[in-house]
């Protein structure tokens, strides 16, 4: 048995998306043999950021500088826009240095289930950028589930009226997919979305 603060570090831990209370286990027993090195580094780096962190009044990013790194370079399309519904989407997509452009993200989805209304979103912000000029391209970039493709859904209506190229990211067969194991949604998806060949 461990002591009530190495049990409460390892269920704070386990309260961490994608660590479960064996993995949390682990992760303490790893920090408990190295922790003349790593406790020091991990505590600064936690304390940092908890002091620093800010939200991007901009388009929405989590970052220790305001407005965010990705807003603040001027090497970035600013013509493009491509609007996530996360942070955790932006950061995905910023990480496969596919997208140039800046990003807006929305703080979720539209969702009756859950009672989220297009007032509670960061689409208001979105308009305004939007509205302000200099932007040619919005990528709406939403999941793809029901209530990420009415999201898309809902804001295509609201951006119709300005004069900007409305795309959507591609959906369907994943590169390596092989057939037997997809679901019905993405190979109908697949199968909506298909293009001549040529």
């Not at 220790?64 to 090497?75: E, G, L, V, Y």
């Not at 703080?107 to 689409?123: C, K, Q, T």
């Amino acid at each position: 048995m461990a002591s009530q603060e190495i049990e409460a570090l390892a269920n704070a831990l386990a309260r961490l998306p994608g660590l479960g209370p064996r993995s949390a286990r682990r992760a303490v027993l790893w920090l408990i043999k190295r922790r003349e090195t790593a406790f020091a580094g991990l505590v600064d780096a936690l304390a940092s950021v908890r002091e620093r962190l800010v939200e991007c009044p901009v388009c929405g990013n989590v970052d220790t500088t305001s407005p965010c790194a990705i807003c603040a370079d001027p090497r970035r399309d600013a013509r493009a826009l491509c609007v996530v519904e996360d942070v955790a989407d932006l950061w995905a997509l910023d990480r496969a240095r596919l997208f140039t452009g800046r990003y807006h993200v929305l703080g979720g989805r539209l969702s009756a289930l859950e009672g989220v209304r297009p007032e509670d979103l960061n689409i208001a912000s979105l308009l305004h950028r939007v509205a302000g000029g200099g932007i040619d391209e919005v990528v709406l970039a939403m999941n793809a589930t029901l209530e990420g493709q009415t999201t898309a859904h809902y804001l295509a209506e609201r951006l119709e009226s300005y004069p900007v190229r409305l795309t959507q990211l591609a959906h369907g067969l994943p590169v390596g997919g092989e057939l037997d194991y997809l679901d019905e949604g993405t190979l109908a998806q697949a199968l909506r979305a298909r293009r001549p060949l040529g």
